[in-house]
């Protein structure tokens, strides 16, 4: 069967597809893009967070034709600038993560980084100021880390929340 | 397999009629494992996602609430009419859409930790099923009748849940290793009903389909302060959970064992009546 969907702001048709796969499975192994991790494919550790019309899912729970008409975000389009290849940089959540050493194996990475940005969003984005601990935590308790390095993944959220902050202060 | 999109309801019926091993897709929680997994392979997917009467949620004389979509968490108070309330968990409930990829509710399937079935039982709702046969409607306290097998037939679709109207506290608790995401190791809800002078339990993961303690809510009804909802004493209290505790029917598996469970439930029985007594005595105050 064929899909057609929206992926980070491109519409892309994936053939070939069986009914019984997921958006997952057609994201890495159909379209080339994959950032959205296979853990453990029954929806307990959020490893393949995206966006799914807008709001976070796992992916591996979605069938491929649900996904059918509709937009979904995956972690590579988290990244800012042009798109495809070249000189895209990292967003915001991205570069916190990196200087704040939330990065032990990089597995879990991909969708704390969906999950984090779709906790700022909600947050620092909608004027209500930048999340606590308690906050951060529950958010992401949809997440697995099994380095275990959370410590430092809260560190890296409160880092990205402050800059989110700054920059719509600095813009408004 | 086939992948079917009915866009009204009557198609999504149709379809589960002409495709009676075919399996229903909204949330994917249950479905997707067994497809990823290999456990399961149906002839057919029904996505209901794109059905319109089933991702509606409102009021009527009842709460009509479509299962896989959670309605907003109660805040009303306990006197106000017409708004039946959802007993929200201490801690988080899923998040209150319909989108694939959430949602531990499955009442279809009547898995005995699906997390809507507790809240059911306790305020004694009712589900709508429908088929191409037309539509009746089924007491969540008749529902579940096996593991893993429900009162829902081979060609039906559940097309609401019907919540009545609140008449006192409704709490819901659950034990789970963290919020999002895992299914509880075992869950609880209670529901107290001032004008029927009635008492609703449910127990979550702790037998083979969702259970409620008929023992223990007679009990209730019988100890418990209907006009003025004094505090009980610590025996009642205490006996209140061992009766809870002892109508579930347990097992040991990787999330917990049968005894923790039986513990646990008794613990969180005690906790939500304690709860619902102070939440009573707040809510007769105000409607005085």
Redesign the interface.
């Known amino acids: 069967?064929r899909v057609n969907l929206n992926v980070n702001g491109e519409d892309v048709t994936a053939d070939n597809v069986?009914?019984?796969?997921?958006l997952l499975y057609v994201l890495r192994e159909r379209l080339g893009l994959p950032g959205s991790k296979n853990a453990c494919?029954?929806?307990?550790c959020?490893s393949c967070t995206v966006y799914?019309?807008g709001?976070t899912?796992?992916?591996?729970?979605?069938?491929?034709?649900?996904a059918?008409g509709r937009e979904v975000r995956t972690v590579e389009g988290l990244a800012e600038g042009t798109g495809k290849g070249g000189d895209r940089t990292l967003g915001v959540v991205q570069e916190a993560f990196v200087e704040a050493g939330a990065v032990q194996c990089g597995f879990c990475t991909p969708g704390l980084l969906v999950q984090t940005d779709d906790l700022l969003e909600r947050t620092v984005g909608a004027g209500l100021g930048a999340p606590g601990d308690a906050e951060i935590r529950?958010a992401l308790?949809?997440n697995l880390c099994r380095c275990t390095g959370y410590e430092k993944i809260i560190d890296a959220v409160h880092l990205a929340a402050g800059r989110r902050a700054e920059e719509a202060g600095s813009g408004s | 397999?086939?992948?079917l999109?009915p866009s009204t309801l009557v198609e999504a019926l149709e379809a589960r009629s002409a495709h009676p091993d075919g399996v229903p897709?909204m949330?994917?929680?249950d479905?997707?494992?067994e497809?990823?997994?290999d456990k399961h392979?149906p002839s057919?997917?029904i996505?209901l996602?794109r059905v319109p009467e089933l991702t509606e949620w409102g009021w009527t004389a009842t709460a009509r609430v479509w299962a896989p979509v959670s309605p907003t968490p109660g805040s009303s108070s306990t006197c106000r009419a017409g708004r039946p309330r959802w007993p929200r968990p201490r801690g988080?409930w899923p998040?209150p859409?319909p989108?694939?990829?959430?949602g531990r509710r499955q009442p279809g399937r009547g898995l005995p930790a699906g997390e809507a079935h507790p809240p059911l039982l306790a305020t004694d709702a009712e589900i709508e099923l429908a088929s191409v046969r037309g539509t009746r409607r089924v007491r969540a306290r008749d529902f579940y009748l096996s593991f893993r097998t429900t009162a829902l037939r081979p060609d039906e679709l559940i097309t609401a849940v019907l919540l009545p109207e609140a008449a006192g506290p409704q709490q819901f608790a659950k034990i789970g290793t963290?919020?999002?995401?895992?299914i509880a190791v075992t869950s609880f809800s209670l529901a107290l009903d001032s004008e029927r002078r009635a008492v609703g339990t449910g127990i979550g993961s702790a037998g083979p389909t969702p259970l409620r303690s008929e023992a223990a809510e007679e009990f209730l009804e019988g100890e418990f302060d209907w006009e003025d909802g004094r505090p009980l004493s610590e025996a009642v209290v205490r006996r209140f959970g061992e009766l809870v505790a002892s109508a579930s029917r347990p097992i040991d598996d990787q999330r917990g064992t049968a005894e923790y469970r039986r513990h646990a439930l008794s613990v969180m029985a005690r906790r939500a009546l304690s709860w619902s007594v102070t939440d009573y005595r707040k809510g007769s105050a105000r409607c005085a």
């Open positions: 069967m069986w009914p019984g796969e997921s494919e029954q929806g307990e959020g799914f019309d709001v899912a796992c992916s591996c729970m979605i069938a491929a034709g649900q059918e529950e308790a949809g | 397999m086939e992948f999109r897709i949330g994917g929680t479905v997707m494992v497809l990823n997994f392979r057919a997917l996505d996602t988080r998040p859409d989108q694939p990829g959430h963290r919020n999002a995401m895992v």
